[in-house]
């Protein structure tokens, strides 16, 4: 049954690509994000797709190495070679691509890349301080809108912006519905089927679409739960994944942790559970918009204590054994956070912690095993 | 009842076996190309009921045996507490990688780290510097002894320290300075990583490195620690899986 859907998933997925030529062959818009910071609600609103962009695959990082330098993110390096490159079908799509000052290496990477295409960038505070930045970040959200209303020529009117908030919202939540589905212990779901069913579904032209199949999920799942159907026994040390995004290609860590016999049940980074924060309907709309992105607890805030606040709800929520901590190389930000995640993983929750930094290729693969057995022998 | 723990390492491959709490036999070979090969004739005729391997190659050896393995992690921590039963810190030099270990007062791991990115920091890299200069490695630490001052080295990648040596040599700097200084560059490495993880306490040394007589005396200079060396230092690890695969039979995973 689960096979079934994951299969249907992927159908629709390759649907997907049709419904997007056919939204832009009718003269609409597609908008290319990169960062979760990037309220795509806008281009919702203006009847543009938004299309998450973000490179997880390892192949373009030769082509990327052409210009960049090697000693980066992986995950900048494969952004960028799928650009260069033209091998991305969503980035070939996209009409303008929307790109924030997060760390350092994207936003010099997004200079070079808008000699490819045009690229908007947002300037993202670099911290939460709601009296110092709320406002700047608000006003480069209107800004935002502004452009998206002069390339698609469809006005955002409050209507627009409500509504799209409302259908993104619901999103939200269904994606929440099925992340908790792992709360069920023995979870019905691997992580690696997670990250199958998040990273597919992220790129839906019809957002419903995307939301009914999760639901369809959701509801086998709990099936599943209710028969006790899982691969998983009453004690499968239950893992919790914190730190850079992953998706598929990027996901080896996940692949190799479920090898060693656990199974990842939460997922803690962009890409997973810092998805499902929900805008205020009850707001003024940018400022509620403005509000909720800027407190995504990423490491590119200074401080970044909401990370470790969502880690210890997840913990507990999760009934997590033990916490791995994946840094992609070169990232300096969620290298030098691992301190404080291991500080506060291994101190106040008083479990075993495992940081992981490697990149996108499979030749330290050994190597990681070595490391996740022993941490799995830990618990 | 016998049991045994092999340590399929990159370098070299050790077996053990354990009778009424005592190791009764030793067995060493190199690895060379065929890890599977060596390691099943290094137990061949070898007489035991239980058997555990560990070691990079144990996931074959578990597959070729249908026995269970585990990480060298747990092995070395295993190991170190059977050969010095209160400590709580472990450092391994082996071949290919180098590890720190720390143990709670129950011996249990609760935290390591690894490193294995590039020979550097390993008794690889001591090897072929070795050769690089023409020493033996079995003598290697001995030559770095009788130096007269500390040399720095700044490469500590294997491929520029290389030719960082060759240029010292050309300048006309001692051989045996030299030397000193690779030690001392493994040897910096190996502190950094040891106070990161275990900063304070008597210290297990582990591994081929091990038996060199520099690296043991300037990290007890260097980390102002007791430094303990089991005898001998290379089959820390199979003693290790030798003593789970008693304590645990062929269900431990
Ligand atoms: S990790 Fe942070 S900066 Fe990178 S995409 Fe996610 S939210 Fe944006
Ligand atoms: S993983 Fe780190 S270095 Fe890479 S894009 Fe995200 S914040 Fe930047």
New binding site residues.
């Given amino acids: 049954m689960k096979q079934q859907l994951l299969k249907k998933l992927q159908q629709n997925a390759e649907l997907n690509i049709n419904d997007i030529e056919e939204h832009k062959r009718k003269g609409n818009h597609a908008i290319g994000f990169y ?1 979760l910071y990037a309220p795509t609600e806008l281009a919702v609103a203006a009847g543009a797709i938004p299309l998450p962009l973000c490179g997880t695959r390892h192949d373009p990082i030769e082509v990327a190495e052409e210009t960049l330098p090697r000693n ?5 390096k494969s952004s960028y070679g799928f650009a260069v490159s033209d091998t991305c079908p969503f980035f070939r799509f996209s009409d303008i691509i929307v790109a924030d000052t ?5 936003k010099k990477m997004f200079e070079l890349m808008s000699d490819i295409k045009p690229v908007h960038v947002l300037q993202l505070p670099q911290q939460q301080n709601f009296d110092l930045f709320l406002e700047p970040w608000k006003n480069e959200i209107l800004n935002l809108k502004t452009v998206i209303e002069d390339m698609t020529g469809n006005q955002i009117t409050r209507e627009k912006i409500t509504s799209a908030i409302e259908l993104l919202n619901r999103e939200r939540k269904a994606k929440k519905r099925l992340m908790d589905i792992t709360k069920a212990t023995p979870s019905p779901l691997t992580g690696m089927e997670l990250v199958e069913i998040l990273f597919k579904t992220g790129f839906f032209a019809d957002k419903q679409k995307g939301i009914d199949l999760i639901d369809e999920i959701i509801d086998v799942c709990n099936t599943l739960i209710k028969n006790g159907d899982t691969p998983y026994k009453i004690d499968t040390p239950r893992i919790l994944l914190t730190g ?2 992953i998706g598929l290609g990027s996901d080896k860590v996940v692949k190799i942790i479920e090898e060693s016999g656990a199974n990842v049940v939460a997922f803690e980074n962009c890409s997973g559970y810092k998805q499902t924060f929900q805008i205020d309907e009850t707001k003024e709309p940018f400022l509620a918009l403005a509000e909720q992105y800027l407190s995504i607890p ?3 805030m200074s401080p970044n204590q909401g990370r470790i606040d969502l880690l210890d709800e997840m913990i507990s929520q999760f009934s997590i054994d033990g916490v791995v901590d994946l ?2 190389q ?5 290298n030098i956070e691992a301190v404080q995640v291991q500080k506060f993983v291994n101190d106040n929750c008083k479990l075993p912690y495992l940081h992981i930094e490697t990149d996108y290729s499979e030749s330290d693969t050994e190597q990681l095993r070595v490391r996740i057995e022993a941490f799995l022998e830990m618990i | 009842m016998i049991s045994a723990g092999i340590d399929i390492g990159s370098r070299s491959i050790e077996c053990v076996t354990i009778k009424n709490g005592d190791i009764s036999e030793i067995r060493k070979a190199d690895t060379g190309f065929d890890p599977i090969g060596q390691a099943k004739q290094l137990i061949n005729g070898l007489k035991f009921d239980r058997i555990l391997a560990t070691g990079y190659g144990r996931n074959l050896f578990e597959i070729e045996h249908n026995t269970a393995t585990i990480t060298e992690i747990k092995a070395h921590a295993r190991g170190a507490v059977h050969f010095f039963p209160k400590v709580l810190s472990v450092l391994d030099i082996g071949g290919q990688d180098s590890k720190v270990i720390k143990l709670n007062d129950s011996g249990k791991v609760i935290q390591f780290e690894m490193n294995d990115r590039c020979a550097a920091g390993t008794g690889k890299f001591l090897e072929i510097m070795a050769k690089t200069l023409g020493f033996s490695i079995d003598t290697f630490g001995n030559e770095a002894m009788i130096a007269k001052k500390d040399l720095s080295i700044s490469s500590m990648c294997t491929v520029f320290a290389e030719s960082e040596v060759t240029s010292l040599v050309a300048k006309g700097e001692n051989p045996n300075e030299i030397a000193r200084g690779l030690h001392l560059a493994v040897l910096k490495r190996a502190v950094s990583m040891l106070n990161r993880v275990c900063p304070k306490g008597p210290v297990v040394f582990t591994g081929g490195v091990a038996n060199n007589p520099f690296i043991v005396e300037r990290l007890a200079q260097m980390t102002q620690r007791e430094i303990l060396v089991p005898q001998p230092p290379e089959i820390n690890g199979a003693v290790g899986a030798a003593l789970i695969a008693m304590e645990n039979g062929k269900q431990i995973k």
């Fill in positions: 960062c980066l993110c992986p995950l900048i997060t760390c350092d290496g994207k850079v995004p990423c490491s590119v840094t992609w070169a990232c300096h930000t969620y």
